[in-house]
């Protein structure tokens, strides 16, 4: 059996959080009961609210999350206090090896 060998850390930059780096997202088609709302500037950062509230409602959600946007996790990045390392999982092969799988 060969010693296992360190690997040194993953990730040496951490990515941008998402209100300073929007990420580019696919936007699925949703219910007519629910629509979109976004919160940042050129249709960035979305959330999904109910299309049955009033307009004075919206407006009250509007204001509630673009206060507390920071709260909200778009991506990993937006998570506040885990480490890249934790969520990024690379396995290293050796090189020139080939994946297999046994029956």
Known sequence: M???EL???LST???KPSIEEPPKLEL???PSMLKYLFLGENQT???IIS???TLSQEEEVIHLL???KEAIGWTMADIKGIS???YEHRINLIEGSKPSREP
Do not use: A, M
């Open 66 to 68: 673009k206060e507390n």
């Open 7 to 9: 690997v040194g850390p």
């Open 51 to 53: 299309s049955d509230l």
């Open 13 to 15: 930059s951490l990515p």
């Open 2 to 4: 060969q010693p296992l």
């Open 28 to 30: 699925k088609e949703l």
């Open 84 to 86: 890249p390392s934790i």
């Open 45 to 47: 950062l979305p959330v």
